[in-house]
């Protein structure tokens, strides 16, 4: 089939580059957000499909909208069968949903009708999913509630952070859809409807949603942490500065009556405690503002926190 392929970030990357080798599909063009300012230095950058599709020799159509007239009309004059699309990043209206004759073809990760929305994979850590997956399904004007065309499954491990997860989702999320866009051209596959049972939706993790509340239970501090790794980064407060934390471990080897309260530090040569409300948690790694990223051993031995110290703001 000759595609038109929609995608942003790093995630879409191995999904784009699948397509590109298939031998039975040609990729005419790519559809990506309009380049945008990044790093230290707020430098305009393309974003990683741009790039991929320019070392490609392929078009690349970066529209301000996705309704805009003059997109609509080089997409109707590049014709494409069909359209998959993997974290572009904006809503398609109903008249650039109609372009290709069998439509835009979403590569979503999560099991639908679970976890519809923009964070699939944060909100699964965080709510303590132990299997997610990635769906291929049609788009329709509502949000990821098109049918369903093929789904795989993934165990979410202990010790996975959203980043780590969607990584893996993401390469064998492209598999899927590449048998998804044969199945389609072959006709040997029809989309499903999504069953009105089981329906949830995510919303963006914010910088205000990623702060630890340490009188939290140690699970719930654990799978937060995770969920916001690598972005938009767990942090909490300490003597009125931020400090962003990396995952840490549920101790419940360390409960116990000398166990430190909600919030209290027990620093060792060994390792860093901070106090829940269930069994503390041992820190790994941390950043203090302004500075790099560090063990939380390396910290406490720098700012050596006392007995009047505490996580998360006044003590």
């Known amino acids: 089939m000759r595609l038109v392929f929609a995608g942003t970030p790093d995630i879409a990357l191995p999904s784009l580059r699948a397509l590109l080798d298939s031998s039975r599909h040609e990729v005419a063009a790519v559809v990506t957000r309009p380049d945008a300012q990044s790093g230290r230095g707020r430098k305009v950058h393309p974003s990683p499909v741009a790039e991929l599709a320019e070392e490609s020799g392929i078009e690349i159509l970066r529209p301000q909208k996705a309704g805009d007239p003059e997109f609509l009309e080089r997409l109707r004059l590049i014709a494409p069968d069909c359209c998959p699309v993997v974290a572009y990043g904006a809503l398609l209206p109903q008249a650039t949903l109609d372009v290709p004759r069998h439509g835009w073809v979403n590569l979503h990760f999560s099991l639908l009708p679970a976890w519809r929305g923009a964070a699939?994979?944060?909100?699964?850590?965080?709510?303590?999913?132990?299997?997610?997956g990635a769906t291929t399904f049609r788009l329709v004007k509502e949000m990821d509630a098109g049918p369903v065309y093929g789904v795989l499954t993934e165990e979410i491990r202990a010790s996975d952070t959203s980043g780590a997860l969607l990584a893996r989702l993401a390469e064998s999320g492209a598999g899927l859809l590449a048998a998804t866009l044969d199945g389609i051209e072959d006709g040997t596959l029809e989309a499903v409807p999504q069953p009105p049972e089981g329906v949830s939706f995510t919303k963006k993790i914010t910088v205000d949603d990623a702060r630890v509340d340490w009188s939290a239970p140690a699970m719930r501090i654990d799978r937060l942490i995770r969920a916001c790794t690598p972005g938009p980064g767990a942090w909490t407060e300490f003597r009125g500065q931020r400090l962003k934390l990396g995952p840490v471990r549920?101790?419940?080897?360390?409960?116990?009556?000398?166990?430190?309260?909600?919030?209290?530090?027990?620093?060792?040569?060994?390792?860093?405690?901070?106090?829940?409300?269930?069994?503390?948690?041992?820190?790994?790694?941390?950043?203090?503002?302004?500075?790099?990223?560090?063990?939380?051993?390396?910290?406490?031995?720098?700012?050596?926190?006392?007995?009047?110290?505490?996580?998360?703001?006044?003590?």
């Not at 699939?120 to 997610?132: K, N, S, W």
């Not at 101790?251 to 430190?260: S, T």
């Not at 409300?277 to 031995?301: I, Y």
């Open 120 to 132: 699939p994979v944060q909100h699964a850590i965080l709510h303590g999913d132990e299997i997610t």
């Open 250 to 315: 549920p101790a419940p080897e360390a409960a116990g009556p000398d166990a430190p309260l909600p919030g209290r530090i027990l620093a060792s040569k060994r390792s860093v405690l901070v106090g829940t409300a269930t069994c503390p948690v041992e820190l790994g790694e941390v950043q203090p503002q302004g500075k790099r990223v560090m063990s939380a051993l390396e910290w406490a031995r720098g700012v050596r926190p006392g007995d009047d110290d505490l996580m998360g703001g006044a003590s």
